[in-house]
């Protein structure tokens, strides 16, 4: 697995390592040999070595970093990265059956995310490096986690970029249809080779835990598939009404409030952009409102009209909170920092006319680590405030 193939980068691009991105561009290569999927050296033009990358001869990251030594990048070395990621799962995660193992770059394994959903595990590989090894990881996770079934969960369309196939395929065990998980004491159905993601949005975890805590009175989950938020609040809301633009992701959600025996939950499936309007047009009030919306700025040439999304929903809602109410609002576009998320919340306030604390800032899951050197890696923003 190891390789000799070398690879000449710039100034520009060791300027990068140096700073601990793990990407580099396809501009920022001056020489290339190596064909694509390999494991590839990295010199400047002056010979100094700078690491050991994977090396796509299709996206325009070319390169992605695995490491700055010069390790041998075996069996043995994948399986210690492995452990790494396993410990900090020890450490982090708990009263949950699903969470995340390997969350790529953010845990210095470029390109493979696991997720475990009790005894199935689900693995992506989205680049060519990453796809080449991934029965090496398989079999290292057999041998560490020893799970009853291994899905391939590669239908994500990033695949294409790397002229990879987009595929979902069993790779050990039992086709794991439908499985019943428990996360923060409720019971949620998962289907990891056909559910959003790889079944679940398991970044929110803990802002579901929290928002739990915080919800009261009659409650409003925008955005809710499979109903997460929602039947956390209707732990301590009286009522809650929670929507999804998505039929499918709306019968999972009544699915799951079935399964736990929750009554207080009203799912229907509509736009949040038409329905905010209506419910704000009829002067209607909540006490506790969760927006959680897909990503909007997908690309860096769709920030403008995702500034003017968030700005909307949030306006809206910020108008239907009674004062005292709580808004639990997240933004996953890795394009839109946090700062720039505050800002767009502390406009959409002003307009609306209301005076709001920041309880919380909180990000994506302690099992979604992030890199400070690498911002890409750090995209959920998700504000608790309360309107005074
Ligand atoms: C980030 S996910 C929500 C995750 C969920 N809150 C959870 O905790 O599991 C975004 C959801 O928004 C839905 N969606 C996308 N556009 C929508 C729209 N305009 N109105 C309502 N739902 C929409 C998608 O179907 C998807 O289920």
């Known amino acids: ?37 390999l494991v590839v050296s990295l010199y400047d033009n002056k ?34 990265r492995i452990k790494i990621a396993l410990d900090l799962r020890q450490k ?35 680049s060519q490096g990453s796809d080449k090894i991934k029965m090496l990881i398989a079999e290292i ?13 590669n239908d994500g369309k990033v695949r294409e970029l790397e002229g990879l196939p987009r595929q979902n395929l069993i790779l050990k065990g039992p086709d794991p249809d439908e499985i019943i998980c428990a996360e923060n004491g409720l019971k949620f159905y998962f289907h990891p080779l056909s559910g959003q993601k790889t079944g679940a949005f398991l970044d929110q975890r803990e802002n579901r835990m929290w928002a739990r805590n915080y919800s009261f009175g009659s409650g409003l989950d925008c955005f809710c ?63 506790t409102i969760v927006l959680d919306p897909p990503a909007f700025a997908k690309s860096r040439s769709h920030v403008q009209a995702a500034v003017r999304g968030y700005k909307e929903i949030n306006f809206r809602a910020l108008r239907m909170l009674n004062p005292g109410g709580i ?27 209301r005076k709001v604390q920041v309880i919380q800032k909180r990000t994506q899951s302690q099992d979604h680590p992030f890199l400070l050197s690498m911002p890409e890696t750090y995209y959920l923003k998700c504000v608790f405030l309360r309107v005074l």
């Open 225 to 287: 598939y499979s109903g997460g938020f929602a039947l956390n609040m209707a732990q301590n809301c009286c009522q809650v009404e929670a929507l999804d633009i998505s039929k499918d992701a709306i019968d999972l959600s009544k699915k799951n409030a079935l399964l736990n025996g929750i009554e207080n939950i009203l799912f229907e499936a509509d736009n949040v952009f038409d329905r905010l309007k209506l419910y704000d047009s009829q002067k209607k009030k909540f006490d």
């Open 1 to 37: 697995m190891t390789s000799d193939q070398r690879v000449t980068i710039s100034k520009r691009a060791t300027e990068r390592v140096k700073a601990g991105h793990l990407w580099i561009y396809r501009s920022d290569i001056i020489d290339c040999q190596a064909e694509g999927g």
């Open 47 to 80: 010979d100094k070595f700078y690491g050991k990358a994977f090396y796509s001869n299709k996206s325009q990251i070319a390169l992605r970093l695995i490491t700055t030594q010069n390790d041998k990048i075996d069996r043995d070395f994948w399986q210690n």
């Open 327 to 353: 808004l639990i609002t997240a933004s996953c576009s890795q394009h839109i920092d946090e700062f720039a998320f505050l800002n767009i919340l502390t406009r959409a306030a002003s307009d609306a006319g």
């Open 141 to 153: 996770l057999i041998k560490l986690v020893n799970p009853v079934s291994i899905i391939e969960r």
């Open 92 to 126: 982090v995660v708990s009263d949950t059956e699903v969470c995340r193992l390997i969350n790529s770059e953010g845990d210095g394994f470029p390109s493979v995310i696991v997720d475990r959903y009790k005894d199935v595990l689900s693995l992506q590989t989205l």
